[in-house]
């Protein structure tokens, strides 16, 4: 969901207005819900990555943001991507209780570990070393998953970065045993953390044959203890009446990137390496890192068969135009997963797709 600004890609070229206020976001998720979409899922951001885009600059903070969508939908589950060092556990456990009160049981949390010196370098935080930034998220989803699911007054924890005496929270939450919780990482340390403790793992990948062997290798971690564990990945999905077109289309994103920012997000990534190529650099501006399902609708809705074929039971689609890209893939790519048994649970007689609204089409100023 585009809840940052500028979140299709690290571009100036735009083919809408900016869609990350809240009205455009809301318009969106009832389109989603109508389309028969399963989630929808935000990008967790405190400051953005300069440059002219200001890349993900004004961004909608994701408790809240998630709380004013669940009130306004009936069906669709609203995640909110929460940044563990910016946030006391007790806290989140409240108010994703409160969430999932409010939506009857339609809310689920993203936990993120945190890797901006920039972001938490303003909030006076220091970004831990790796490992320990994954052990504390272990921390923070024990404490969690305590407060949530044990007798009021009985949950106890020590950690270096908490300690919860008697932990109370109450309500707990309307699912059982609590909301689905999610990892986004690929390390070796988030795998650990997902296996013992999480419902999903969200992950970025590179290529096909890459997603299969992470895919494997974390549901089997997971299975090693008795557990559990889907996977989805975030691919940017761009299509047009000729793979040409949509290729161009591409091009122009690309022609048009913001080297400024896109310069500043690989380096707070230390992804400025020197080994990746021109064109995997390129790649990376769209959605920032996501995984380019580009053609016509048909050959989007097998590339997206085969990364379902992989064994990722999700996927987290970036959009260059949120809205009317939600109702065109209801229209144009749905059916085609549908017809191939590859999406579950889409209320699609009773939410019919709305007609495009073509207002939507004209270029931006
Ligand atoms: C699907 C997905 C969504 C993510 N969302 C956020 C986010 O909203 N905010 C954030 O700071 N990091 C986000 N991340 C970054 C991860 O939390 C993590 O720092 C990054 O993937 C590197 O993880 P690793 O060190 O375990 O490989 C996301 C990653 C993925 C794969």
């Given at each position: 969901?585009?809840?940052?600004?500028?979140?299709?890609?690290?571009?100036?070229?735009?083919?809408?207005?900016?869609?990350?206020d809240?009205?455009?976001?809301?318009?969106?998720?009832?389109?989603?819900?109508?389309?028969?979409?399963?989630?929808?899922?935000?990008?967790?951001r405190?400051r953005?990555?300069?440059?002219?885009?200001?890349?993900?600059?004004?961004s909608?903070?994701?408790m809240?943001?998630?709380?004013?969508l669940?009130?306004?939908?009936?069906?669709?589950?609203?995640?909110?991507?929460?940044h563990?060092p910016?946030f006391?556990?007790?806290?989140?456990?409240?108010m994703?209780a409160t969430?999932?009160?409010?939506?009857?049981?339609?809310?689920?949390?993203?936990?993120?570990s945190?890797?901006?010196?920039?972001?938490?370098?303003?909030?006076?935080?220091?970004?831990?070393p790796?490992a320990?930034?994954?052990?504390?998220?272990?921390?923070?989803i024990e404490i969690?998953k305590?407060?949530w699911?044990?007798?009021?007054?009985?949950?106890?924890h020590e950690?270096?970065?908490y300690?919860?005496?008697g932990?109370?929270?109450?309500p707990?939450p309307?699912?059982?045993?609590h909301?689905?919780?999610?990892?986004?990482?690929?390390?070796e340390?988030?795998?650990?953390?997902?296996?013992?403790?999480?419902?999903?793992a969200?992950?970025?990948?590179a290529?096909?044959?890459?997603?299969?062997?992470m895919?494997?290798?974390?549901?089997?971690?997971a299975?090693?203890?008795?557990?559990?564990?889907?996977?989805?990945?975030?691919?940017?999905?761009?299509?047009?009446?000729?793979?040409a077109?949509a290729?161009?289309?591409?091009?122009?994103?690309?022609?048009?990137?913001?080297?400024?920012?896109?310069?500043?997000w690989?380096?707070?990534?230390?992804?400025?390496?020197?080994?990746?190529?021109?064109?995997?650099?390129?790649?990376?501006?769209?959605?920032?890192?996501?995984?380019?399902?580009?053609?016509?609708?048909?050959?989007?809705?097998?590339?997206?068969?085969?990364?379902?074929?992989?064994?990722?039971?999700?996927?987290?689609?970036?959009?260059?135009?949120?809205h009317?890209?939600?109702?065109r893939?209801?229209?144009?790519?749905?059916?085609?997963?549908?017809?191939?048994?590859?999406?579950?649970?889409?209320?699609?007689h009773?939410h019919p797709?709305?007609?495009?609204?073509t207002?939507e089409?004209?270029?931006?100023?």
């Amino acid at each position: 969901m585009p809840n940052c600004s500028n979140m299709a890609a690290i571009s100036t070229h735009r083919i809408t207005e900016d869609e990350w206020d809240y009205e455009s976001n809301k318009r969106i998720a009832l389109a989603a819900e109508a389309a028969g979409f399963d989630f929808l899922f935000p990008v967790s951001r405190w400051r953005g990555f300069g440059g002219v885009t200001d890349y993900l600059g004004t961004s909608l903070e994701t408790m809240t943001w998630a709380s004013a969508l669940l009130a306004v939908t009936s069906r669709i589950r609203v995640y909110s991507t929460v940044h563990v060092p910016a946030f006391n556990p007790v806290v989140v456990a409240k108010m994703g209780a409160t969430l999932d009160h409010i939506s009857k049981g339609r809310w689920g949390i993203n936990l993120v570990s945190g890797w901006s010196k920039e972001e938490f370098g303003m909030m006076g935080l220091d970004i831990l070393p790796h490992a320990e930034r994954y052990q504390r998220t272990r921390a923070f989803i024990e404490i969690l998953k305590g407060l949530w699911t044990q007798p009021p007054g009985s949950f106890n924890h020590e950690s270096p970065w908490y300690r919860v005496t008697g932990g109370y929270s109450l309500p707990q939450p309307v699912q059982s045993p609590h909301p689905p919780i999610v990892n986004a990482g690929n390390s070796e340390d988030a795998r650990e953390v997902i296996a013992d403790h999480c419902d999903w793992a969200f992950m970025s990948m590179a290529g096909i044959e890459g997603a299969r062997a992470m895919v494997v290798d974390i549901k089997s971690r997971a299975v090693a203890r008795g557990r559990a564990v889907k996977a989805a990945c975030f691919p940017f999905v761009l299509w047009r009446e000729t793979r040409a077109e949509a290729e161009d289309e591409v091009a122009r994103i690309i022609a048009h990137k913001d080297e400024v920012a896109s310069g500043n997000w690989l380096r707070g990534l230390n992804l400025e390496s020197g080994s990746f190529d021109r064109f995997t650099l390129d790649m990376l501006t769209l959605g920032a890192g996501a995984y380019p399902v580009i053609g016509t609708a048909k050959e989007v809705a097998e590339q997206l068969a085969e990364i379902h074929a992989a064994g990722l039971d999700g996927v987290l689609m970036v959009f260059q135009a949120y809205h009317r890209d939600t109702l065109r893939f209801a229209q144009e790519v749905l059916p085609l997963l549908r017809a191939q048994g590859i999406v579950g649970n889409l209320a699609s007689h009773e939410h019919p797709p709305q007609p495009i609204d073509t207002r939507e089409d004209s270029t931006c100023p």
